[in-house]
């Protein structure tokens, strides 16, 4: 508690610049865990945020609110605990202001938790008579006991809808589909995100018609995929793949002239899109494997962890080439995506040991190299990849066993992360409770009743950074090169 | 209605002639699709259900002799002054009756013609114009398909059909209903089936959601994947002592499995790729969907070798290009190359033994499909119609081909998945549980009228006015139960919350109406107890008449004091004064009138009375003008109730079987209590004669052909 009045000016007076930058900051304050003081002081920044851009954005005033707001907000907090019941049933004043916001896309992800401090800001505020009054309504739908992990509250809510006769209007089938496979998990993976994206982006493009007194070029991106996008966001938060993808998308049609007759235009730019998967993933997965096959030789056992689609291609191709080796998969609930891999190896012939991350230490023994695949690499060289990678990394680095990541330079981005707070994807904790194995047929564990415990919080997120000391080696298409060179290959690779 | 996204199907309503449902439709008469269910024509349900999923192209199938009726209907003012009439308006509609279809053409016979003339795009769903569907939106369904069905990458519906059978996609859904609970029907027909439940995402995307966590209870509706099907009455065909045979094939590649004999009956809503077209032309021998078509296809997914002998490989491997495509989905060769189910993390990808690249030879690849793609696009450029030549194609592909390994056939024989709601119908379960009827019987006519009676949901076609502003509401809002029209005099009950009423009705004094469906301008003289009674337009029941579980045909009338129950009534009939019936069909036969010559007297009294009727109300019915010049003869036909032969048969079960070796699983199956063999069932037609009665026994079989054109021309 003692930390957090520097703390909140710092998080509270540059709100109108981007978000990211105070975040971090904060981040570094609270990486080390402190325990739940911090965590909690972290939320009471978040709120503190939503309330003060209420009255009208009036810097001066905060800290002071501030304080009152988090010791206010702590009691309610502790209130809303004990009674179970939760949240006060008032509504969140702060709401329309806060979505007037600039409209900045992470504000409105983080609104649903905003609201609800808002609401508890509220109560206490009442005596003063500053905060207009809530509406109800909305406090009905959002069910009272809420559960959420103070540390990741800022992370966008798991519990998605998946309702088609919700969807906007203009959601293509094929996006449709792709929103639910996605939901859903049947379509997991940042390569493969992205390329079925654009594979439905170009069946939006092929049934695509400007509308009268347009053109291609103005309509398209903006009125048109906008909510494709949209669609797809609301399904899974997207990738950072599918987000260089669909930012190279929109760029192309910007530069497509106004002459080009409409079914031309179409044309080039479904061969612009085949072309980009060829060159960014296909042909660069080639790439990776050539360079990445010639580091496995005789006699090494190659750990991995989870599935990584290119990982897969290069043992596969090892294997080919008839180097004798063994593979340990490791894996880890609740995807179990390294069942997968496994399943693929096995029957292709490789020697494959599947364990789960318990049993790290065991895995890692005999090891030889670490082959990881990657979400993203972050700017600062640290990877961002399936939750547990990093501590498999961490095991290597202390085993002295050289970490070698396969990653295209699509999912290359210039953000920084330092760890797997600010940036990370909650899942819905019901996987975690669900004890099956298959994903057929539910095994409701016996925390499966978690909402209804108040003290009980599950926590599934998706994933975590695992910092550049501990890769040795990323190969991408543009060949081997250390995680500090990374910002240098992702401004080759966009400005191309 | 909202905007709602397009889910990218064409949705086929197939209007059969209704046999099944007689005496109501017949061939001359009304057709099936517009006979009045809880006073809407049964089709609106079907637009309905359409139109709440936001479906944007509809073709209607329909036989020569219905289709003049049928397209005239959604022209008259009958039709546009609902609030379908709009949605009608805003989609493509096509409705069409090919002269090679008749009464005696199947469903997969109707799709086979349809498919030969091109009427159809891409994937489509299959409706039948008998279908009653609340409580599970097509949307809902068609969100399971994609999840379970839709290719990876770009694969939701629609035209193109290049990744059939990729990852064992891109196969058919299928609804099974549960006959039982409120308002059952006993003896009503059901289908046998052997399914293997899908994953849980699935059922929790037909609730829309991923959050909640699986909870499943019996009255959930769920997801499986079809293994076998037949229909139940040809259980006695298959087991001829008390087992049921399973295939050794079946249990070892789905050890789990579930059977149910008599409880779920076929809603025959499917979503169908469009390969399935193609099979059905490829297998000419199949005549029906349910039967035949589902039935094959779901055992093609376990079978080994029985995909190639249907043709499969053909069909899933090689691309058709349906005549009338643009040419963009050559485009679509080139995703070949990108497979994203083997990519993706959750899935287990295919690893090819040849390699299929080698390091430093892969620019040469890229170069050569850079070049195949090139001559693609040159096709395009000249804007002509013609498919690519499928050697110059298939040519360029064969050196590119190896980047995919080829699986077994069986591997990926795209599945079935099937949707069972409950076995038992209960409106009050949570979730609620969807009401899903066919309407193809009169006892299931009657059951589900009288069921829709009593939900407070809309029913389909509101008035315009409330069209309008549909938006706001007309879908929570129902229509008020009794028309405001309606004549009611004082001291009579009718129970409000499960009746209907039509305009124009009139009830007189001191009647008792439960539980009834009246059409429009229906008469109702003093002190008439009626009861779980359906009523078509413009009936007349006369003083002190008790009516219990009958159904009455247009214009019918019921003379003094008759006492009825459990009777059909067709239309026209005029049933004499102080009739005592039970269980009997009364029917104005018109097809027999030249061997009973001069007996014309109970057909002319009806037809004047029915013209009087019509008089009286005030009202035009115009569809009946010409039928009543016709010289007609009273014939009533009492039929012993079809009930009680299979009544027996609804046991019902559904078994889980240990995951057992196979030899041992030969035996296990449920035991199915044989049917008693169908009683040497007898029609006696009365010839209604003012002096007396003679009655003459004829043959069923005699009486059915007389009926119609036999049982076989299934309505679809």
Known sequence: ?496 | MPAVADLGFQVVILCGGGTSLYPYTQPEDIPKALLPVANRPMIYYALDYCEKAGVKSILILTLQEHHPQIQSHFKSSAFTSTSLNHYWKSIGTQIEAPSSLNDSLQSADVLRVAHSKAWIKGDFIVLPCDIVVQGIGLSNLVQVWMLEQAAFGGGGSGHRSGEDGRDGRRGMLGVWYGVGGEGAVKGQETDALIVTPARTKSTQALYNSFTSAASITPSTTTVHSLLQTHPSAALKGITDSSDYPIRHSLLSRHPQISLRTHTHRDAHIYIFPHWVLEFIRANPRLNSLKDDIIPWLAKCTWQKGLGEKMGLEGILTKRPRSAGNDGTDNAEDEEEDFDVGGRSTTQVSRLKKVTGFNGIGTPLKFASRVSGHKRSDSHDATGCSTPTPPQSMSGSFSSLQPLRPQEPLLNRTPKITAVLTPEEYAPSATPPTPFIRRVDTPQLFRETCLQLAKTDVALPGQPATSANTVEAGADTQAQPKIDPTCNIAEKTTITSQDCLLGPNCMVMEKCVIKRCILGPNVTIRKGARLMDCVLLEGCVIEENVKLDKCILGRGARVGKGSDLRDCEIGHRYAVEEETEARGERLVVLDGVDDEVVGSGWGSDEADEDYSESEKDEEEEVSDDDDEEEEEEEAVSQSKKAEGPSTASLTTSASIMLPVSPAPQAAGPGKKVAAPPPVSESVISRIVNLPTGTVVEKIPIGRAKDEKSGGEAAKSK
């Open chain 1, 1 to 496: 508690m003692s930390t957090s009045p520097p703390a909140v000016p710092a998080g509270a007076t540059p709100k109108s610049v981007t978000p990211k930058a105070p975040k971090q900051q904060k981040l570094k304050e609270d990486k080390p865990q402190k325990g739940k003081e911090d965590k909690a002081q972290k939320r009471d920044d978040a709120g503190a945020k939503a309330g003060i851009s209420a009255p009208g954005g009036e810097a001066k005033l905060n800290p002071k609110q501030l304080k009152e707001l988090k010791k206010a907000e702590k009691q309610a907090r502790r209130a809303a605990d004990k009674a179970t019941a939760g949240v006060a049933p008032g509504g969140k004043p702060e709401v329309g202001p806060g979505g007037d916001k600039k409209g900045k896309p992470q504000q409105g992800a983080k609104s649903p938790w905003i609201e609800k401090k808002g609401g508890k800001v509220e109560k206490v505020e009442k005596g003063s008579g500053a905060t207009p009054v809530a509406h109800t309504g909305q406090a009905a739908t959002e069910k009272a006991p809420k559960k959420e992990i103070p540390l990741f509250r800022h992370l966008e809510s798991p519990g998605r809808k998946v309702n088609l006769a919700g969807s906007h209007k203009d959601v293509h089938p094929a996006i449709l589909a792709l929103g639910l496979q996605m939901a859903s998990y049947d379509i997991c993976g940042s390569s493969a995100r992205c390329v079925a994206t654009l594979l439905a982006f170009k069946r939006v493009i092929e049934d695509y018609t400007t509308p009268p007194h347009t053109t291609l070029t103005r309509n398209l991106s903006s009125h048109h995929l906008s909510p494709q996008i949209e669609h797809l966001r609301s399904a899974r938060p997207m990738s950072i793949s599918m987000r260089n993808a669909i930012r190279w998308l929109k760029l192309e049609i910007s530069t497509i002239s106004i002459d080009i007759p409409e079914h031309t235009a179409k044309e080039l730019l479904l061969e612009k899109i085949d072309n980009y998967i060829r060159e960014k993933i296909t042909i660069a997965d080639q790439a990776i494997v050539a360079t990445a096959v010639e580091k496995i030789v005789d006699g090494d056992v190659i750990v991995t962890f989870a599935k990584s689609n290119i990982v897969q291609m290069v043992l596969a191709e090892a294997h080919r080439k008839k180097i004798k080796f063994r593979v340990v998969v490791v894996d880890s609930r609740p995807l179990m995506e390294g069942a997968q891999m496994c399943q693929a190896l096995s029957e292709f012939g490789i020697d494959c040991t599947y364990t789960l991350i318990h049993a790290l230490s065991y895995a890692i023994r005999d090891a030889t190299k670490v082959y990881l695949g990657a979400h993203a690499m972050l700017s600062n060289g640290h990877l961002y990849s399936r939750v547990g990678t990093a501590a498999l990394a961490m095991y290597a680095k202390e085993f002295e066993i050289p970490v070698i990541v396969c990653c295209e330079s699509i999912k290359f981005t210039d953000k920084v992360g330092l760890d797997s707070i600010v940036t990370n994807e909650l899942a819905l904790p019901d996987d975690l409770t669900n004890l099956s194995i298959t994903r057929y047929q539910p095994i409701v564990g016996k925390l499966s009743k978690w909402r209804d415990i108040p003290n009980l919080n599950i926590l599934n997120i998706m994933y975590d950074v695992t910092p550049a000391e501990n890769i040795t080696l990323v190969i991408t298409e543009y060949g081997s090169l250390p995680p500090s060179s990374v910002p240098v290959v992702h401004r080759l690779s966009t400005n191309q």
